[in-house]
T-cell receptor, first 112, second 114 residues
Framework: RKEVEQDPGPFNVPEGATVAFNCTYS??????FFWYRQDCRKEPKLLMS???SGNEDGRFTAQLNRASQYISLLIRDSKLSDSATYLC?????????????FGSGTQLTVLP | EPEVTQTPSHQVTQMGQEVILRCVPI?????FYWYRQILGQKVEFLVS????????KSEIFDDQFSVERPDGSNFTLKIRSTKLEDSAMYFC???FGQGDTEAFFGQGTRLTVV
């Protein structure tokens, strides 16, 4: 089983749509969770951290279910500029032993 | 805004040659990482580095790979004898401290082995 698993997509949605991405992770000892965004041939950039209580940043909402080892990202009112690959990232370990493990990414294209 | 810088942006090398990829992490960061991404594939962990030594390394990081922080600012990845399958984008990242804080990635070095 992959350590971090995501639906690869692609997701093609019209502007203004709501889109949801899901992610599962296999290591129950995982410490922390993130969504990163990666534009074509660019470096990953942090979109948001994911907390057990759920968290929201503008149009973006992230949720974590530790019992199910499941993470989600919801994008509301999608914009053309949201087109990118969204990476589910899990931190295994802590301190000097931390290791970010990436999912394969879900590709999103927002269409005009 | 402080950033992680990597040089060169693109390196072409012949199979069997040694390459050194350079990174300057954010100055007050303590934890450093190398990741690679083969074209069209996921970002893969190579190695983490803290307090001037390797903390963790993946199966990919075999004896052909080494890392160094020679002067307190640069953080280098050396591939001793490159293979065709080493062709990838190599990302350096740094994190400030032990808390679950953001990892900042450099813009990457695209390595092409011919």
């Amino acid at each position: 089983r992959k350590e971090v698993e995501q639906d690869p997509g692609p997701f093609n949605v019209p502007e203004g749509a709501t889109v949801a991405f899901n992610c599962t992770y296999s290591n129950s000892a995982s410490q922390s969770f993130f969504w990163y965004r990666q534009d074509c041939r660019k470096e990953p950039k942090l979109l948001m951290s994911v907390y057990s209580s759920g968290n929201e940043d503008g149009r973006f909402t992230a949720q974590l279910n530790r019992a199910s080892q499941y993470i989600s990202l919801l994008i509301r009112d999608s914009k053309l500029s949201d087109s990118a690959t969204y990476l589910c990232v899990v931190n295994i370990g802590s301190g000097s032993a931390r290791q970010l493990t990436f999912g394969s990414g879900t590709q999103l294209t927002v269409l005009p | 805004e402080p950033e992680v810088t990597q040089t060169p942006s693109h390196q072409v090398t012949q199979m069997g040659q040694e390459v050194i990829l350079r990174c300057v992490p954010i100055s007050n960061h303590l934890y450093f990482y190398w990741y690679r991404q083969i074209l069209g594939q996921k970002v893969e962990f190579l190695v983490s580095f803290y307090n001037n030594e390797i903390s963790e390394k993946s199966e990919i990081f075999d004896d052909q790979f080494s890392v160094e922080r020679p002067d307190g600012s640069n953080f280098t990845l050396k591939i001793r004898s490159t293979k065709l399958e080493d062709s990838a984008m190599y990302f350096c990242a740094s994190i400030f401290g032990q808390g679950d804080t953001e990892a900042f990635f450099g813009q990457g070095t695209r390595l092409t082995v011919v």
